[in-house]
Structure formats: structure tokens, C-alpha cells
T-cell receptor, first 113, second 114 residues
Framework: KQEVTQIPAALSVPEGENLVLNCSFT??????LQWFRQDPGKGLTSLLL?????REQTSGRLNASLDKSSGRSTLYIAASQPGDSATYLC????????????FGKGTRLHILP | NAGVTQTPKFQVLKTGQSMTLQCAQD?????MYWYRQDPGMGLRLIYY???????DKGEVPNGYNVSRLNKREFSLRLESAAPSQTSVYFC?????????????FGPGTRLTVT
């Protein structure tokens, strides 16, 4: 059964720092991995989608990498800003019988002004 | 484009009452999903519909039913609400039945069952 883990559960860093959020998954046979942002009381906003054949995707100050063999993905945020404060979730579509989308529990990020 | 819309935004039910959560998308997506989000449990898939006319169970389907009314609309019904169904419910859609493309989420429905 596919499991997705995000560590740490919460993170506080000063404004301006570069930071890395981690996502690990137990079954390396995946179709894609997606990173989301969730603000308090809101829905999820898609940030980056990495197909299984890709190694990384970039959007502005965000860069997501994928290493299927080790079952890991990282989300790199450059020059963090207070507006980046949110919960970040990763999700995978796995090659199993159900082909469900499995979410991690998220990392709650707080950028200190 | 409105994207994915959900109604209502908030709802309070008494145990045993029934209700239907509505979801609609205007992106011509094939797939639609219902999730619940609980503290410490993350997002869990309740039901999904890979295409109009098909529905499948997700991780936590007990106590729920769904209807894919047409390509745009996917509703979630609680026949006899229980306190354990207190949660935030999200609807999502994507363009590919296997989730190859991005999932787009609605703003959520916050449901309390007393």
C-alpha cells in the first residue's frame, strides 16, 4: 500500500532564507507527484506537477525534484517571503490496482518577518 | 472560468439527518473526486468518478453515496449523518482519469454533525 510521508510536520524560518520541504513515498512505481499549497480555511492550490519521467519542475521561486528510485521528492523555495506561509502537501498517483491519489499530511510552513 | 465550485460552504446537521453536497466544474474535466480532510489524518479520498456515468470507492466510502449527474456535476450524499462525519469536504477535478494532469480543488464545505 502506498504511503506518503512529509517531514517535518511544521517549520519556521526567517524571511529571505531558502528552504526545502521533503516528501517520501513507499512505492516507487508512480505516475506523477504533485505539490499543493493550502492556506488556512481554504482549498488546495496546485503548485507543481512532476510526471514520472521527469526529474524536476520549476515555477518562479519554486523548484520541485523527483527521485523515484529513492522514493523522494523535494520542494525548494528560494528567498522565502511571509506570503509563503501556508501548509504544503504532496500527493502521488501510484501504479496499484486502485490508482488512487495518495496525499501526505503536509508541512505547515511559517515565514518569520 | 469559476473552476471548481462547491455548495454549501458551511453546514450544521443533527445526527441522523441527511444532506447532499454539490460540486460543479467548468473545465470540461473527465475525473472528479470527493475528499475529506481531518486534523492529523490528512486528505482522504471518499469516492471518485473517472468519467461521466462511472463512480468508484476511495479509501473511506462508508456512510456516503455519490452521483455523477453529468460531466460537470458530482454530488456527495450523507444519508444518515454521524458525528464522525464532521469534517471539511473538498471536491476536485482533473483532466485525465488517472490523474496525469493537475488536480483542481474547490473551496471546501465545512460540515459539523452534532
Amino acid at each position: 500500500k502506498q504511503e506518503v510521508t512529509q517531514i517535518p510536520a511544521a517549520l519556521s524560518v526567517p524571511e529571505g532564507e531558502n528552504l526545502v520541504l521533503n516528501c517520501s513515498f513507499t512505492d516507487s512505481a508512480i505516475y506523477n507527484l504533485q505539490w499543493f499549497r493550502q492556506d488556512p480555511g481554504k482549498g488546495l492550490t496546485s503548485l507543481l506537477l512532476i510526471q514520472s519521467s521527469q526529474r524536476e519542475q520549476t515555477s518562479g521561486r519554486l523548484n520541485a525534484s523527483l527521485d523515484k528510485s529513492s522514493g523522494r521528492s523535494t520542494l525548494y523555495i528560494a528567498a522565502s517571503q511571509p506570503g509563503d506561509s501556508a501548509t504544503y502537501l504532496c500527493a502521488v498517483v501510484a501504479l496499484n490496482r486502485d490508482d488512487k491519489i495518495i496525499f501526505g499530511k503536509g508541512t505547515r510552513l511559517h515565514i518569520l518577518p | 472560468n469559476a473552476g471548481v465550485t462547491q455548495t454549501p460552504k458551511f453546514q450544521v446537521l443533527k445526527t441522523g439527518q441527511s444532506m447532499t453536497l454539490q460540486c460543479a466544474q467548468d473545465m470540461n474535466h473527465n475525473s472528479m473526486y470527493w475528499y475529506r480532510q481531518d486534523p492529523g489524518m490528512g486528505l482522504r479520498l471518499i469516492y471518485y468518478s473517472a468519467s461521466e456515468g462511472t463512480t468508484d470507492k476511495g479509501e473511506v466510502p462508508n456512510g456516503y453515496n455519490v452521483s455523477r449527474l453529468n460531466k460537470r456535476e458530482f454530488s456527495l450524499r450523507l444519508e444518515s449523518a454521524a458525528p464522525s462525519q464532521t469534517s471539511v469536504y473538498f471536491c476536485a477535478s482533473s483532466g485525465d482519469p488517472r490523474g496525469f494532469y493537475e488536480q483542481y480543488f474547490g473551496p471546501g464545505t465545512r460540515l459539523t454533525v452534532t
